[in-house]
T-cell receptor, first 113, second 113 residues
Framework: DAKTTQPPSMDCAEGRAANLPCNHS???????VYWYRQIHSQGPQYIIHGLKNNETNEMASLIITEDRKSSTLILPHATLRDTAVYYCIVRPTDQTGANNLFFGTGTRLTIIP | EAQVTQNPRYLITVTGKKLTVTCSQN?????MSWYRQDPGLGLRQIYY???????DKGDVPEGYKVSRKEKRNFPLILESPSPNQTSLYFC????????????FGEGSRLTVL
């Protein structure tokens, strides 16, 4: 499976858009990009996923470059509750029954009041 | 409310005293799994279950047992806990193993003395 590279930490001012980058240069054509976050020591929370096209839901937007080698998660109006560790995960479409997600070390996002 | 419920949330126990961490989901999900999270090692899959009566080992199964007698429940059993099983444990579920959209429980922090 392709692995991902994320900056270890980022800050963002409250109310501004938070843009979290992820590099997945070895991604293959049948692999999705998933984003999760973990607030303090709570259970990870699914945010969004995509294959080729940009995606948007009520939580965030996901922008995937045309060559699919990188992506950006956008939280449009960050609040203090968005302070968390954000994980970018690559997952094959033909995942085995284990469905084992590799969370890596993620990006620790801190929202500054 | 759709949720994955784990109990206990916190437990301090002693070496060798058998314990069970329960996990229950109310979403009629086929797939369930257990992860442990340790500093510097991220989340690692312990066991998973694709459906009732179907379980298999993840990456770190040693010292653990599971069962899946009912669709909603997936207990994690530590027959003889040891200090190296001190960790933060998460149960997760999804509709099937084919989706990467997992729902996680709030976590169970276990300390083995």
């Amino acid at each position: 499976d392709a692995k991902t590279t994320q900056p270890p930490s980022m800050d963002c001012a409250e109310g501004r858009a938070a843009n979290l980058p992820c590099n997945h240069s070895t991604i293959s054509g049948n692999e999705y990009v998933y984003w999760y976050r973990q607030i303090h020591s709570q259970g990870p929370q699914y945010i969004i996923h995509g294959l080729k096209n940009n995606e948007t839901n009520e939580m965030a937007s996901l922008i995937i470059t045309e060559d699919r080698k990188s992506s950006t998660l956008i939280l449009p109006h960050a609040t203090l509750r968005d302070t968390a560790v954000y994980y970018c995960i690559v997952r094959p479409t033909d995942q085995t029954g284990a469905n084992n997600l590799f969370f890596g070390t993620g990006t620790r996002l801190t929202i500054i009041p | 409310e759709a949720q994955v419920t784990q109990n206990p949330r916190y437990l301090i126990t002693v070496t060798g005293k058998k314990l069970t961490v329960t996990c229950s989901q109310n979403m009629n999900h086929e797939y369930m799994s257990w992860y442990r999270q340790d500093p510097g090692l991220g989340l690692r899959q312990i066991y998973y279950s694709m459906n009732v009566e179907v379980t298999d080992k993840g990456d770190v199964p040693e010292g653990y047992k599971v069962s899946r007698k009912e669709k909603r429940n997936f207990p994690l059993i530590l027959e003889s806990p040891s200090p190296n099983q001190t960790s933060l444990y998460f149960c997760a579920s999804s509709t099937t193993y084919r989706t990467g959209e997992l729902f996680f429980g709030e976590g169970s922090r276990l300390t083995v003395l």
